[in-house]
């Protein structure tokens, strides 16, 4: 796969001319090549063999949705689906092969099908239905993903052994995703370049009136092309889940974004016409690398979606400044002299060998100098949360009491990105790694892989499944719910009209939570739940629901929030009747949330003492990583917080 060349009209020479050429038509192979260099002045742990496979399976998610979204932006549309279809198609599969004993080969079939029918969907709305494909596949994006969260009844579900295999290596090193991400751009390679429905998608991005008029039939061949997007979609799925050993409902989410921009940043023009495969894959290596060696330079999460989107902007900007120079597109399969010649290979190679050693040097430099503090990784499942900002602080604190430096990610409640965070700290060899698990089981194969290369593992709030871990520090949530349904049935008398606010769906926690406080209200048989609607863990979607709520239970004497953010924006939906007519318990007892309960707006909040558990994680992760001994689990207290002790409460 070549990367994407342009024709240049007359009038740039000599030595200037050539080199202005050079970076221009080949923009984004420069910035991959410019950021590997970077990345490996700034971060002895970069290059290495382990770490640059690290970035090829976290890049073939992205790049193989990335090659389905190609020919649909090549062909002047868009896709906002793909990462909907790719965990519903991922669902189906798991679904069919576990819940309803179908076998594998066929669940497989199943899963693809799915994907495919989710693009001829698309298709059929935008060619018959004169959709814009952009309002199209919006509504295929909230469609596919509530599919995906009505088939798992939102919990993540176990993928089959056979098709798990999908996401780990060949002779112990080379990674499968690595491999499939290759295939596809293979294929994508030929479609584009090779084929008729390839040309006819250069014909219609180009000017779609001019093809029907020439004789292409536009409407079927956008059926072939959102179809196609639908089946990567799928396949990107599979392998996605196929790394988490589990299909996540919620997986994928933002992925259509990430797949857009490294189509974009390969050097497409969103307004059709132009693009190849070989730049879309340089693309998302390109978000790969960054997002690595951002994780790897202790960049805060926040700071890498700033990073993120410069690049995206700069990429349309080199392709609007390439376009004022006069430079025209060479399409996949087009001829011409965009082939190297022999002096020009010569300087390619020469380039190549310049790098390779700059490089290399570089490596060298960086693997002789090292801190003589203890390094400890720390995965968060979200920093959007005060809970968590909590655990950060505490752990913080502690690191720096003890003399050891701390890296702190955030997964951004995404299984797939901390997936990714935990490889990467095991390639740069931190000597432990702490963990807040997005999910479990989809922790459990990067925690395996920190097993291997002996590096001790703590879990901290949440449990690794099917993984060895040196700890465990956590709070009881299925403790804490019950304590919360009993403090909310007896401050009712034990009869009234509840409402719960669920959080994040498929996450342990709101299913601890949630099941706590179920097994609590068997007690209390004059409880009435009247409705159970999740609110994601944000306080905005909680004012949201519970005002939606309002309407159908305008009666309601009582709230459950499974954490305080939610039940915080209960109260607000409430006004004057929180804390009166309508009690509201939370979860966590966060500062906000403490507040609350002092100011009387809230009943009480299910305390967990967050920083308690950041202290406590990284002193057991420093005495782990010295081989002293450590208890198995470390409970941290929960305990209810009203009004008439929260005065005494520390957090």
């Known amino acids: ?108 079939i199943l899963a693809i099908a799915t994907g495919i029918a989710c693009g001829l969907v698309n298709g059929v709305l935008i060619s018959y239905g ?180 410069v690049v995206i902007a700069l990429a349309v900007l080199l392709d609007t400044v390439r376009r004022k120079a006069g430079a025209t597109p060479v399409t996949a399969g087009a001829g011409g002299s965009s ?46 949360n005060p809970f968590f900002v909590q655990i950060k602080e505490g752990a913080q604190a502690e690191a720096k009491k003890l003399g050891a430096d701390l890296t702190v990610t955030d997964a951004q409640n995404d299984a797939s990105q901390q997936a990714n ?10 000597d432990s790694i702490i963990v807040n698990p997005v999910d479990s089981d989809a922790a459990g194969p990067s925690v395996r892989s920190a097993n291997k290369a002996d590096i001790p593992v703590v879990g901290v709030d949440r449990g690794v499944n099917k993984a060895e871990t040196a700890a465990l520090v956590a709070s009881d949530n299925v403790e804490g719910g019950k304590l919360g349904a009993k403090a909310l049935a007896e401050k009712l008398g034990g009869k009234g009209k509840i409402v719960i606010l669920q959080g994040l769906a ?19 048989p004059g409880i009435d739940v009247v409705a159970k609607q999740p609110a994601d863990f944000d306080r905005t979607k909680g004012l949201d629901v519970m005002t939606n709520l309002l309407q159908a239970h305008p009666d309601v004497q009582g709230v459950f929030a499974e954490n305080d953010e939610m039940a915080l924006g209960a109260v607000k939906a409430l006004g004057s009747k929180a804390g009166k007519s309508v009690q509201v318990i939370g979860f966590d007892g966060t500062p906000d949330g403490l507040k609350a309960v002092k100011e009387g707006t809230m009943y009480a909040s299910v305390a967990q003492q967050p920083k308690e558990l950041g202290r406590i994680a990284v002193e057991n992760a420093l005495r782990a990583a010295d081989d002293k001994e450590v208890d198995k689990t470390v409970k941290v207290p929960v305990k209810v917080v009203t009004a008439k002790n929260v005065d005494e409460f520390t957090g």
């Not at 965070?421 to 931190?430: A, H, I, K, R």
């Not at 498929?506 to 209390?524: I, N, Q």
């Open 421 to 430: 965070q935990l490889q990467n700290f095991t390639s740069e060899g931190v």
């Open 130 to 309: 004169k959709l814009p494909p952009f309002i199209a596949t919006l509504a295929m994006l909230s469609v596919g993903r509530g599919l995906s969260l009505v088939i798992s009844q939102g919990s993540p579900i176990a993928f089959p052994e056979s098709v798990s295999h999908l996401g780990d290596t060949l002779g112990g090193w080379l990674p499968v995703p690595v491999l499939v991400m290759i295939v596809m751009g293979l294929i994508t390679a030929l479609i584009l370049g090779r084929t008729y429905i390839g040309r006819s998608m250069y014909a219609i991005g180009g000017n779609e009136e001019a093809a029907r008029l020439s004789g292409l039939r536009v409407k079927k061949q956008k059926l072939v092309i959102y179809a196609l997007s639908g089946l990567f979609a799928a396949a990107a799925g599979i392998v996605l889940a196929s790394r988490l050993s589990s299909a996540q409902p919620q997986a994928a989410q933002g992925y259509e974004l990430d797949a857009i921009a490294a189509v974009v940043i390969g050097g497409a023009s969103l307004a059709g016409g132009t693009g190849k495969a070989s730049g879309t894959l340089i693309g998302a290596l390109i978000l790969a690398v960054l997002r690595n060696g951002l994780n790897l330079l202790s960049v805060s999460a926040f700071w890498q979606q700033v990073v993120i989107g």
């Open 339 to 384: 082939g190297l010649k022999g002096p020009q290979a010569i300087k390619y190679g020469l380039a190549v060998v310049l790098v390779a050693a700059i490089v290399g040097g570089l490596s060298l430099f960086n693997n002789g100098s090292s801190s003589s503090n203890p390094k400890v990784g720390l995965s968060l499942s979200t920093l959007n």
């Open 1 to 108: 796969m070549a990367t994407d060349t342009l024709k240049s009209t007359p009038g740039a020479s000599g030595a200037s001319g050539g080199l202005r050429r050079l970076l221009l038509d080949n923009g984004a192979l420069t910035a991959l090549i410019i950021l590997v260099i970077a990345m490996s002045a700034l971060s002895g742990d970069f290059l290495t063999t382990d770490n640059l496979l690290n970035i090829g399976v976290q890049a073939a998610v992205t790049a193989i949705l990335a090659f389905g979204v190609t020919f649909v932006i090549v062909s002047a549309g868009i896709d906002l689906s793909v990462g909907s279809v790719a965990a519903l198609s991922a669902t189906v599969l798991a679904w069919s092969a576990t819940s309803e004993g179908v076998p594998v080969w066929i669940a497989v």
């Open 506 to 524: 498929g996450t342990s926690a709101s299913r601890e939570r949630g099941a706590g406080f179920a097994e609590g209200l068997k007690a209390y």
